[in-house]
């Protein structure tokens, strides 16, 4: 990445406010509350149903505090960084996040986690939907038979791995550069992308994603959270991916 020399001493303190910001607050329900985003390249996307669509699966006040708090705060992180280094704010997040080993190091937590945690939940709200679950079909189905050995060995692969995940956390399916898929569990908001990975979809298993609902019960969840998959989107992203142009 160009123009690291750009970073001034009092912007690389910064950096560093920013990112222990941002690591810290969606941790504690207390400090959910996300500041003022400054105006920047980086915003919340529209989701395409209301705080309640996930009923009972997800919580209407789960969603809310969710999206509007946790998912909020990293886009106001990531504007923060962005604000005064245009390296930051022109480059797309999905090769900011790729080539995180070239982005400037004290940049570098806040990427990992601002970044991370926006592309995890702009992927999470467009994998799930109202009046959704059931199995897959089409080249999704098929490429979980032949790659992760069916849909039933799958999902119990999937929820065991979201509860291997310690403390907070992710567990994805990705598409590799063989166009295979695989499952995979990352710590914090750390992204599959950072692995040179494509993400199919995934679920949030840190405590603010259920708590409310299901309290320590994340194995309820996991299994709960089958009933909101959006199978027709997951089949939009995957033919994207298998096309080179599924970023986030």
Do not use: C
Request: hydrophobic share 45%; proline share 5%.
């Amino acid at each position: 990445m160009t123009n690291a020399t750009s970073f001034s001493r009092r912007s690389l303190f910064g950096l560093g406010a920013a990112a222990i910001a941002v690591s810290a607050a969606p941790k504690v329900w207390a400090q959910a509350t996300a500041p003022a985003a400054p105006a920047g390249p980086f915003s919340l996307p529209k989701r395409a149903y209301e705080t309640n669509a996930l009923e009972p699966n997800i919580d209407a006040t789960t969603m809310d505090i969710h999206y509007s708090r946790h998912h909020a705060a990293y886009v106001a992180g990531l504007n923060a960084v962005a604000k005064d280094h245009g390296v930051i704010a022109s480059t797309p997040l999905h090769k900011l996040l790729a080539d995180i080993g070239s982005v400037p190091e004290a940049a570098r937590t806040a990427i990992r986690n601002a970044g991370g945690g926006h592309a995890n939940h702009t992927m999470f709200w467009e994998v799930m939907g109202p009046n959704a679950g059931g199995a897959p079909s089409g080249d999704v189905a098929a490429a979980i038979t032949k790659d992760l050995g069916g849909f039933d060995k799958f999902k119990a692969d999937f929820e065991a791995a979201g509860l291997r995940v310690f403390g907070s956390g992710w567990v994805f399916v990705t598409v590799g550069t063989d166009g295979k898929l695989a499952l995979l569990g990352k710590p914090n908001q750390d992204s599959p992308l950072m692995d040179k990975h494509m993400v199919l979809l995934g679920n949030d298993v840190w405590e603010h994603a259920y708590y409310l609902k299901y309290q320590n019960r994340r194995a309820d969840y996991l299994k709960s959270w089958w009933n909101v998959v959006n199978w027709a989107k997951v089949n939009e992203r995957y033919a994207a991916a298998k096309a080179g142009k599924l970023t986030v």
